[in-house]
């Protein structure tokens, strides 16, 4: 069984300002991989980031890093110098022999 | 712009209504993907085509009927279906179903049905 929980269900981060959003998981699976997704208002699931499990570097994507903690079962977000693009509900994601999907967290920007 | 593409975005139909979701990706990918997203919900998995044929099925009611005609078109055909079925229908696209980094999930834009 695979398992993806995200604590916070809002969180808010003023403009240019970092921001980290959490993310535990479980699975049985010894491979398996990680993956952050921004769904904006226009529904759309953007692929953010993503992890495969076995690679010890956190993966990094321009503002957007993870900090990937294996031990933990936690793969968490961090975004900096925030924009208002950012804005968005952000779903974290494990794959292992299908994609599950965390409850999400709303991601507000203030500017 | 999105490299999977839905049609129609809306749909509203009556519980008695025959109508289908369309997805269709020119990327290539041999794995492709239905989801129902209920409102400030996750993405839940319905369905699964691999190479076309039917990999996984979610234990979902027979009133969604999934079609491949082929390798870049997947379809959802509706019928009676239920108030509670109103949601946001993603369709979505990997090079294969092997969840590798290199092969994430695309998703279209969606499907908002709405049954009355």
């Known amino acids: 069984a695979q398992t993806v929980t995200q604590s916070q269900p809002e969180m808010s981060v003023q403009e240019a300002e970092t921001v980290t959003l959490s993310c535990t998981y479980d699975t049985s699976e010894s491979d398996y991989y990680l993956f952050w997704y921004k769904q904006p208002p226009s529904r759309q699931m953007i692929l953010v980031i993503r992890?495969?499990?076995?690679?010890?570097q956190n993966a990094t994507e321009n503002r957007f890093s993870v900090n990937f903690q294996k031990a933990a079962k936690s793969f968490s977000l961090k975004i900096s110098d925030s924009q208002l693009g950012d804005a968005a509900m952000y779903f974290c994601?494990?794959?292992?022999?299908?994609?599950?999907f965390g409850a999400g967290t709303i991601l507000r920007v203030k500017s | 712009d999105t490299e999977v593409t839905q049609t129609p975005k809306h749909l509203v139909m009556g519980m008695t209504n025959k109508k289908s979701l369309k997805c269709e990706q020119h990327m290539g990918h041999r794995a492709m993907y239905w989801y129902k997203q209920k409102a400030k919900k996750p993405p839940e998995l319905m369905f699964v085509?691999?190479?076309?044929?039917?990999?996984i099925n979610e234990s979902v009611p027979s009133r969604f009927s999934p079609e491949c005609p082929n390798s870049s078109l997947l379809n959802l055909h509706l019928h009676a279906l239920q108030p509670e079925d109103s949601a946001l229908y993603l369709c979505?696209?990997?090079?294969?179903?092997?969840?590798?980094?290199?092969?994430?999930?695309?998703f279209g834009d969606g499907t908002r049905l709405s049954i009355l």
């Open positions: 994601a494990l794959y292992g022999n299908k994609l599950v």
């Open positions: 085509y691999s190479y076309e044929k039917l990999s």
């Open positions: 992890q495969e499990a076995y690679k010890q």
């Open positions: 979505a696209s990997s090079q294969d179903v092997i969840g590798t980094v290199n092969q994430p999930q695309h």
